[in-house]
């Protein structure tokens, strides 16, 4: 009996001090640094041959980075946005857990043709935001981007490096 009560004891002591805030030695709170934007390239929308606007982009490739994107940023500047780069062409599925901003999405197939746009999709909100066909990359910029710039489904993108 002793060994289990041991062990009560030890879970909670294990929850009670994971859950505390993390302090510095004086005993002040740590905050977390935010994350900040990392301009790795430059992206254009492109409509009926012409350029609509330039952005700065940057890139989440890596299976942690295309499953956090741009979770916990506080804010985004105008300009700027993430590109998601995906291995292959399938329909994909977004959601907004853990992001702070509100979005715009563009779904893009490999041809970079815009397939599909979901507008303000809403901080926090868990629901699904599938691409409706297949696509390859995303593009994730501030809400209220396609309508301010009338993007539509059907208009391209093209980026480079940094």
Known sequence: MKVYKFLYILSFLCIFYSCKEESNSEG????????????????????????????????????????????????????????????????????????????????ITKEKSIATIIENAMPLDESNLPSQVPVTYVLETNAGFAKLYNIKEGDSISWTRN
Do not use: C, V, W
Not at 38 to 51: A, F, P, Q, R, V
Not at 58 to 70: I, K, M, P, R, V
């Open 28 to 107: 002040e709170s740590l905050d977390q640094a935010p994350i900040t934007f990392t301009k790795e390239g430059e992206l254009k929308i492109i409509k009926n041959d012409s350029t609509i606007i330039d952005l700065d982009i940057e890139f989440a490739e890596t299976e942690y980075e295309t499953s956090t994107g741009l979770m916990y940023r506080e804010s985004m500047e105008g300009n700027q946005a993430m590109l998601f780069i995906f291995d292959d062409e399938r329909p994909h599925n977004f959601y907004m857990k853990n992001t702070y901003i509100p979005l715009d999405l563009f779904f």
